[in-house]
Nanobody, 122 residues
């Protein structure tokens, strides 16, 4: 089985920083794209940042200049460095991966982690 496990969430003061990690494990042949999404109570899940296997990145306008996504392909891990955190950044952050499973057919599948809570106090 393939699974994504997030870590690094917690409580931080406004203006502070956190680094989230997401490690993919299991029968993985390759990972095409990894991303972070977030969902606050009462809101829809929204895209935060994404990164391709080649290192190309994309960010939501709300986090540009404050968040940085990075990867370690050898570890099948993606990170989200979150700086200058604001109360509106508080949410459950979910890791997402589009990957090819290591099977005979090599299916391209979409996986989600269980989420990690980020709380930002004023």
């Amino acid at each position: 089985q393939v699974q994504l496990v997030e870590s690094g969430g917690g409580l931080v003061q406004a203006g502070g920083s956190l680094r989230l990690s997401c490690a993919a494990s299991g029968s993985i042949f390759s990972i095409n794209f990894m991303a972070w999404y977030r969902q606050a109570p009462g809101n829809q899940r929204e895209f935060v940042a994404g990164i391709t296997s080649g290192g190309s990145t994309n960010y939501a306008d709300s986090v540009k200049g404050r968040f940085t996504i990075s990867r370690d392909n050898a570890k099948n891990t993606v990170y989200l460095q979150m700086n200058s955190l604001k109360p509106e950044d508080a949410a459950v952050y979910y890791c997402n991966a589009l990957l090819r499973v290591a099977t005979m057919w090599g299916d391209l599948l979409d996986y989600w982690g269980q989420g990690t809570q980020v709380t930002v106090s004023s």
